[in-house]
């Protein structure tokens, strides 16, 4: 089996009488898109905030790459290669997709000692953050301003940014929200090629994506997991259907 990269267990969280998040137990594995679905208010996004760190669980412990990361702060836990969803206002619009890339390299290989490099012909930013975009599909996009990329390739270029400051597994609440049917085949190619470089806890409503993406999957339901396994499994599961699935086909 696959190696464990976030590893979460009993993780529990009340609001007032609310059990928010009711015992949760669920691993990620290199190179898995591990999705998570749910009825509204289920408690999906609760979940993936105390994974990032914004909200604090009252119970329970979450390890990432084999350390226990459940008393570090969003920074933190994002320094030691947790990526968060997407957040497309980190992205320098003026820039190029190019330039945007190669300041995060830059900002990952600290810049004390090339302060007096011109930046825009420095190799050493330049190749790392070529290749980035290469892998992420925007080889051909690169001297493209970012405010010119469709919304799709801000995503992957948010991606990009996020690859290249080291990101090692991804938390995407609902990256499919606002994308039109284009967009959306677009990201889940994208999604689907991503997973071999970084794991993906997705949180997702659009079953169509889900289905075609994820490696398994896991039904939240007043914030407890009713089920847990593949695409197959989940989708023949008579409590998923009468839950969940049953309402949304
Ligand atoms: N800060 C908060 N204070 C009080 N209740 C909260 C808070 N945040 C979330 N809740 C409640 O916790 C429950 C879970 O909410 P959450 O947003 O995590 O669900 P979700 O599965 O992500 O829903 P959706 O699919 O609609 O986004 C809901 O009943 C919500 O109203």
Redo the contacts with the bound molecule.
């Keep these: 089996m696959a190696e464990t990269v976030l590893s979460i267990r009993d993780l529990r969280k009340t ?1 007032g009488a ?1 059990k ?1 998040t009711d015992g949760v137990s669920l691993d990620l594995r290199v190179g898995e898109i591990h999705a998570l679905i ?1 009825p ?7 979940l993936i905030h105390q994974i990032s760190g914004s909200i604090k669980p009252d119970h329970g412990t979450i390890h990432f790459r084999g350390e226990d990361i459940s008393r570090l702060g969003v920074a933190e836990r994002a320094r030691r290669g947790l990526g968060r969803s997407f957040q497309i206002s980190s992205l320098a619009p003026e820039f190029s997709a190019l330039r945007n890339v190669m300041l995060a390299v830059q900002a990952r290989q600290g810049s004390s000692f090339r302060f007096f490099r011109p930046v825009m012909t420095d190799r050493s930013l330049i190749e790392p953050a070529m290749a980035v975009l290469e892998q992420t599909g925007l080889g051909s996009r690169a001297h493209l301003p970012a405010a010119e990329l469709s919304h799709g390739e801000r995503r992957q270029l948010e991606i990009a940014i996020a690859l290249a400051l080291g990101s090692k597994a991804f938390l995407f609440d609902e990256p499919m929200a606002g994308m039109g049917p284009e967009g959306s085949r677009q990201l889940t190619a994208f999604l689907d090629r991503l997973r071999a470089q970084a794991p993906i806890l997705l949180v997702e ?1 659009d079953m169509e994506a889900v289905f075609a993406l994820a490696d398994r999957i896991s039904v ?1 339901v007043y914030g407890r997991v009713i089920a847990s396994g593949t695409v197959d499994e989940i989708r023949n599961d008579a409590e998923v259907r009468r839950a969940y699935l049953g309402e949304a086909s």
Aim: proline share 0%; no cysteine; aromatic share 8%.
């Design positions: 609001f609310l928010a749910g509204n208010g289920a408690g999906k996004t609760t409503h939240l």
